[in-house]
């Protein structure tokens, strides 16, 4: 089980810091992503982190903006947000891969979800 946090409404140029929390299942070997909605749109990618930590992908719309980080021991995964503008205005979730520790950044590929968390940027 998947558990994300820290989402909130911060002005345009401000940071967040997203939390995933697992619970139940060790995922210390296992690729992690986050992924968000906006409203009326699809959900898109944002973030994935290897197993150990060592290699990441992200959407160009966040590239230099956002970084992405786990703590294995604690079971958690992060997504610092900085320079946050109107359009990352979204549900942000994250997600585990089941079988391998290689990240990605398609959605089908990632078998557990959080619930989510809404992250809300003023102009």
């Known amino acids: 089980q998947l558990q994300a946090s820290g989402g909130g409404l911060v002005q345009a140029g401000g940071s967040l810091r997203l939390s995933c929390a697992a619970s139940g299942r060790t995922i210390s070997i296992y690729g992690m992503g986050w992924f968000r909605q906006a409203p009326g749109k699809e959900r898109e990618f944002v973030a994935s982190i290897s197993g150990r930590g060592r290699t990441s992908f992200f959407a160009d719309s966040v590239k230099g903006r956002f970084t992405i980080s786990r703590d294995n021991a604690k079971g958690t995964m992060y997504l610092q947000m900085n320079n946050l503008k109107p359009e990352d205005t979204a549900v942000y979730y994250c997600?585990?891969?089941?079988?391998?520790?290689?990240?990605?950044?398609?959605?089908?590929?990632?078998?557990?979800w959080g619930q989510g968390t809404l992250v809300t940027v003023s102009s």
């Open positions: 997600a585990t891969r089941q079988n391998s520790a290689l990240p990605t950044t398609r959605s089908d590929e990632y078998s557990y």
